[in-house]
């Protein structure tokens, strides 16, 4: 998975970059992003303090400041991180899937499962439309970016409708999002499979009577 970018501005607006040079440092950085998904996920933002997100991560306060600033920096890079958490989790099982319509099945059924792995996901997301709208906002567009991109190559090569594209693509993230809020974050008791099947025989049949 790709390590956040982490950069900052000092006093005189030049942009410093802090992303770790050496294995050790990229390291400490995860178990930071790792520590802060707890804490802001169990406190939220407000209640969050950065003092308990280095003694959540087992380091020292000083080590925070290597690489964030503030509690909104890295509440900004856990956003990403938890974005590129997703992505890695999906996008291997998507590309597995035999066609275009399997694919989608097979995608949420795989983030109904991180779902259920990552419940402070939901708490973070929400959090951040109001912490950092530009965060939030750009891991709901690059989730549709990659359904876009998979239902137009899928439609060029004539496995679906050939319309299909950005509203299709959004009308499925939204349907996703909030089967992961009913069965991954609300019950778990759930079949996972059996979700994602009726989820897939809607975008493949519709609602029209046989």
């Known amino acids: 998975m790709d390590q956040p970018p982490v950069a ?3 006093a005189g607006s030049e942009v410093r970059d802090k992303t770790p040079r050496t294995e050790r440092g990229r390291r400490t950085l995860r178990k930071l992003l790792d520590a802060a998904a707890v804490e802001f996920g169990e406190r939220g933002f407000h209640e969050a303090s950065i003092s308990a997100i280095t003694r959540r991560a087992g380091t020292a306060l000083g080590s925070f400041y290597t690489y964030f600033d503030s509690k909104d920096e890295i509440f900004q890079a856990l956003v990403r991180y938890m974005s590129e958490q997703l992505r890695d989790h999906v996008t291997p099982v998507v590309q597995e ?18 779902v259920r792995e990552h419940k402070e996901i939901y708490r973070i997301i929400d959090e951040a439309e109001f912490v950092d709208y530009a965060s939030y906002r750009r891991h709901y567009e690059t989730t549709v970016e990659r359904i876009r991109h998979r239902l137009e190559g899928a439609a060029k090569r004539g496995d679906i409708r050939p319309d299909a594209g950005e509203v299709h693509a959004w009308a499925i993230a939204g349907m996703n999002v909030f089967l992961g809020m009913r069965y991954g974050l609300w019950d778990e008791a759930a079949d996972v499979d059996a979700v994602a099947q009726a989820a897939n025989d809607l975008l493949a049949n519709g609602l029209k009577r046989n």
Not at 97 to 114: K, M, N, T, V, W
């Open 97 to 114: 899937a035999p066609d275009a319509i399997a694919a989608e099945r097979l995608g949420l059924q795989s983030y109904l499962g991180f």
């Open 8 to 10: 900052t501005e000092n």
